[in-house]
């Protein structure tokens, strides 16, 4: 079965970085579209970015551009999130998720991707 599992959540300052990992197992990932999500206590899910299959095409969420870098390596099944300049609103269980296509303007929609990790808390103090 599929499997994504995040890591590389924790606490950190406002102004400091975090990279988080999700490693995926049970699906072709060199096919797949993958996308990082999260969401905030009492806040609804929100998309933060996503990348094609080739890493040609990556979107991010306007508050984190600049700030946040999506990449993956095909070759070990895992994408990534580079979280630098992180903000306390940044503060949120963040999730990756995997789809079978890229759905290109609607990449946003969580209901667009049919996997989900059991995600991992960032925590930003200010």
């Known amino acids: 079965q599929v499997q994504l599992v995040e890591s590389g959540g924790g606490l950190v300052q406002a102004g400091g970085s975090l990279r988080l990992s999700c490693s995926a197992s049970?699906?072709?990932?060199?096919?797949?579209?993958m996308g990082w999500f999260r969401q905030a206590p009492g806040k609804e899910r929100e998309f933060v970015a996503v990348i094609n299959w080739s890493a040609g095409q990556a979107y991010y969420e306007d508050s984190v551009k600049g700030r946040f870098t999506i990449s993956r390596d095909n070759a070990n099944n895992t994408v990534y999130l580079q979280m630098n300049s992180l903000k306390p609103e940044d503060t949120a269980v963040y999730y990756c998720?995997?789809?079978?296509?890229?759905?290109?303007?609607?990449?946003?929609?969580?209901?667009?991707?049919?996997?989900w990790g059991q995600g991992t808390q960032v925590t930003v103090s200010s």
């Open positions: 998720a995997s789809a079978s296509r890229f759905y290109g303007v609607t990449y946003y929609r969580a209901n667009r991707y049919d996997y």
């Open positions: 049970g699906l072709t990932f060199s096919s797949y579209t």
